[in-house]
Structure formats: structure tokens, C-alpha cells
């Protein structure tokens, strides 16, 4: 009898004292899956929005480039941001952590999604986006990204699908969607079957179909900086069949892209809206890679200055960076300034629970400077558009 109840006692307990064993294993309480929008006082009238979003970036990718940049010093775009909080990431997957595709979902339409959503809500409902807002308002609106335009990100912000691996269908609502600015690569979703690096299965032909419908189609870099841009309404420029290359091998950076976007949005007299997502941080903190993530962080923050530079002389466009994720866990480890070496650790090959950096410059940026739902900061950025309850209500497309 007595060894019966000493294993009893031993199995009741086994829970505990594993726990205790993980060290890093700590309780956590019931979170909320949503958190009201937060109402901004004194708002300003904002002209344009520019969201800036660093695919995986954390904090310690921005501080290793800083490092690689200025050694101990500081003075990146991102340092020049007045505003500075952070963006608590988690998705309604149960394990806290975000995809890109629930991520994004969150800050191009205002609340919080399961992970594969793109602009649907966990019933699979449509979400209308912030771009689709702007549009609503008379505004302009673009995309300038370095992955394939048809990736989690950027789709989330033109397209509604239950899965984000279904890119025939995310091409052929993005080819529909109100852009007047796509700029990046992925052009083998746009080309019909039959042509050579298509990677449809059908027939269709977007990028025909975009040119039809009176845009400017080109996937050639010489090409695209021919153009006279002062004569340029809409423009589809995707560069490569798939992804861009990674930044020390891209033929055309994330600031270039920008510039052009900039000079056809800005002529809206209604102003516009544009996503610039640095797509290739996320896949550097998935390779462990250091060098490969402090290129693209300073490629990010080249175009961030292209970007402050365009929004301090305008005055009126609220600029954001943030990040749908931190990837990999990194943590930098120590230096050697003689060697000009940096040394990093990573935690995994996946994204983590990390908070991210969310930086704000302009009319309202004081709202930003604090913690938030991922999912707010699209409702707040709208509030200077005179918009009070964007809240990722669901409509019938
Ligand atoms: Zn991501």
C-alpha cells in the first residue's frame, strides 16, 4: 500500500518538478485576443500614410546594423524617428506567435487574425485594408516590397484568401486590386502558363490584363528607369520571376523603388497611401544569418530616409516602421573593433513572441510612442484620415 501511494505521489508531482527543471518555462496568464481601438486626442489632419514594415526585424537586427554602420555611434534613419514604442505581435494562434500572413493582416486591417489569413478574419470573412480605405477616400496607393508581390505581406493588403500559399489567386486579385503603384518581383504568378518562367497553371495573363487597364508593365530594370515618371498614372514594375535577389546581390534597392513610387503617389492632391515592406530581414533571421540581416536592416533604412526626406519637406505624411514579427531570437554577443567583427546568437530558426520596434514621424506620431496591439496601429494611423472606427469590420467583396 505504502509503495502504491509513494508512486501516486511521485506521478502527481512529476508535472511540477518539470516544470521547475525548465528554466525557461514560465506561466502565463489568459490574454485578451483584442484590445480596443484607442481614440487619439487632438488629432491632426494627415494628407498621406507611408507604413514601413521591416519583415522579422527586431530590435537587435536594427542594433546590428547600426553597429556595422557607426560602430558605437548612432545615426540611422531610424534614429532620427522622434517617436519610438513597441508592438506586441501575437496572432489567435494559441502559442503567441505570428506568421507574416496573420501579422500583416493585423496592420493592414486592424485586427487579429489566425496564422495563413490573408485579409480574412478567423471566420474567414474579407477584411477591408487600409489600402482599400485610401482608395475609398480618393487617395492614391501603392506597394514597394523585395520579395514576390504575391508573398504574405504585400498580399495582405490587396487580396483576401484563406491560405497564404495560394498565389495563383492572390496574383489575380492584386492584378484587380485598386494599385496604382507594385513595385518588386514575383512576375512568374502574372504570366500565363505557356510563357517561359510563368508559374501559373492557366492561361491567364495579369500582367496583360494590368497593362489593359492602363498601367505602365514592365519587368526590366533599364526599362523601368527609362521612364518618364512625371508621365506615369500607374506602374507595375516586378523584376524578377520570383523574389528579388538578397541586397548585396539586388540590381535595384528598396530606396530606388521608393523614390519612383513617391514621385507618382505624391501627385494626388488627396494623397495616397504606400506600404514599403523590407521582405528579405525575415528570411536572414530564419538563416541565422548575420551579414545577410544587417544588409537588408540598412537597405530598410536607406529607403527610410528617402522616406523622412519626402515627409519632412511635405509635412502633412505620417510615416510608421515597425515590424510583423522579431525572427530568430537574435542577440548580439560581443564585437571586435580591431577585426571590425560582430558576434551573434540566435534562439531558433523561426519567428519568436519578441516585441517589435514601432517608430513614428509626423502629424500623430505621438500616439505611437508607446506599447500597442499590432492590430491598432493601422486604427490609429486612419484616425488623421477623419476615420474613427476602423476596426477590421468584415464586409461582403
Ligand atoms: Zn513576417
Known sequence: MRRKLFILFCLLTLPAWLAADENDTAAIRQFAEVADATAIENVQPVKNIILMIGDGMGFEAVTAARIAALGRGIGLAFDR???????????LNDDLITDSAAGATALASGLKTLNGRIGEDREGRKTKTILELAKELGKSAGIVVTCEATHATPACFASHVK?????????????????????GGGYGYFLAGSRKESFRDDELDLLGEMQKRGAVVTTKIPEF???????????VGLFAPSHLPPAGKREISLPEMTQAALKILSRNPK?????IE????????????????VEETLDFDQCLQTVLDFAGKDGKTLVIVTADHETGGLSLNSADEGKKTLTAGWTQGDHTANVVPLLAFGPNAAAFGRVVQNHQIPQLAVQGWGVKNFTGFAFEK
Request: net charge negative; no cysteine.
Open 271 to 275: 494623397g495616397f497611401f504606400l506600404m
Open 278 to 293: 523590407g521582405s528579405q530581414i525575415d528570411w536572414a533571421g530564419h538563416a541565422n544569418n548575420l551579414q545577410y540581416s
Open 225 to 235: 528607369r527609362g521612364l518618364d515618371l512625371s508621365r506615369v498614372d500607374k506602374l
Open 163 to 183: 491560405e497564404r500559399n495560394n498565389y495563383w489567386e492572390i496574383a489575380r486579385q492584386m492584378s484587380q486590386a485598386p494599385l496604382d503603384v507594385l513595385l
Open 81 to 91: 524617428m522622434p517617436v519610438i514604442g513597441q508592438s506586441v505581435t501575437y496572432s
